[in-house]
């Protein structure tokens, strides 16, 4: 064999999917060596995903609510931002947990590549390294190796006013006006911190309702804040063209709502993702891609070729962290002979908005699809304590229950903490447990907690009634 290197496991990637395999498969007693082109590891998630976007929204969180106070008797100065000084804070924060996982790796003794990988046969990789080509062969190797952002190429994309995701998360400056073209999790998200940072925030969206796919009832607390904050949010509106002008980028909608030609500063372009199968010449392993560019995989996380695994983002949606960790964990301990499968029974989903959105489960509109008898217990949080002493009432946690079993069958929460409140309702439906489960378990009071709770008691009231 004439490869310079060799390892039992190969992962290709570095971000949550790679490097949990990779650890997952050491801890396992196999000899690992993990492929990633940057520099640093962690992939999307931790250099320009998860982990920036929710240090800075954190930032805008506080201006948020400091502004907000002087309503209550406490009035602050208007906030003094100093980008760089910002800039740096959140690049530390990703140092710090790259800089963990280098440890991580080299306690487990995995061997880090850098180098942009391609398969050259069934059995081997060619890596691109700084020090020239190598041959990296393997026994097993999961590929990892994430997702891009979605460009529209009639955009302008190479002016330096137009962002994706990652420029966005860079803050070179705070435009004025700030046009977010797609109403999704990462636009609406990116739309929160610059509206805080003092950007006039416009949201283009081709489909009826933000966040398409989730449930429009739990969208809506989040539409009604922020229609009041932004300058428009233009639903069912596509952006047809754009045109660089020395004053700003000029935009032509297109649409029933649409509206007269805009004129803004810059524009962040968040209109998807683009899986990667096809950049690493899966061929040559005759390993199947997809026309989108996913691999398919079964159960246990392997591509057609019964030795090569894939996980994460390039295996299908929804495209979030955790669900690349769960499956880097299966296919790690398929590989080690373990029965392992990824069967989960939901993946929950989050927008770190203001407020936040999070979702289990099926929704109302899922259920009827499948046509599931169910009863809703929604509690509204206007009647939660802790969540008046939080200055906010818009929030609402909704429960479905299956009427012939009671179990949980789905959850919507929308509120502060959304995203940690979900947590539980994943767990309950994870263990079956049903309306009256959730409701007999004390809750903290006054916690924002309750509110599962409350809603789990007002099923159960009427799955009793119902007897
Ligand atoms: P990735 O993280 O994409 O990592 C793939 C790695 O492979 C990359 O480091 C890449 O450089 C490397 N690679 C690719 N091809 C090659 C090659 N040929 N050779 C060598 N290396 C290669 N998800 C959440 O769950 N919660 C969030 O809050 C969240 N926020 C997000 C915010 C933003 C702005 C973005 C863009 C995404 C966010 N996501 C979030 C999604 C999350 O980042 C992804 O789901 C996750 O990173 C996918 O992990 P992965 O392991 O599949 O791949």
Redesign the pocket.
Known sequence: DHSDMHAEVVV???????YTAAFRAADLGKQVIL????ERIG???LN???IP??ALLHTAQIINEASHMADNGVSFNKPDIDLDKLTGWKNNVINKLTGGLKALAKQRKVTVVQ????FSSANSLTVTTPEGDKTVSFDNCII????RVTKIPVFPNDDPRMMD?TDA?NLEDIPKRLLVIGGGI?GL?MATVYHALGSKISVVELQDSLIPGADKDIVKPLQQRIEKQYESIYLKTKVSAIEPLKSGLKVTFDGDNAPEPQTYDKILVAVG?TP?GK??NADAAGVNVNDYGFIEVDGQMRTNQSHIFA????VGQP??????THEGKVAAEVIAGQKSVFEPMTIPS?A?TDPEVAWMGLNEAEAKAQGIDYVKGAFPWAASGRSLSLDRDEGLTKALFEKSTGRIIGATIVGPNAGELIAEAVLALEMGADAEDIGLSIHPHPTLSETLGFAAEMAEGSITDLL
């Open positions: 290709l990637g570095s971000g949550p999917g790679g492929i990633e082109r940057y992939g999307v998630c320009v995903g998860c976007s929710k180098g942009e990988a391609q990892a190796a994430g997702s995701s998360l990462i998200e993702r990667n950049l690493i996980i994460g983002d390039i495209m979030l962290a955790h669900k690349a989050v770190y």
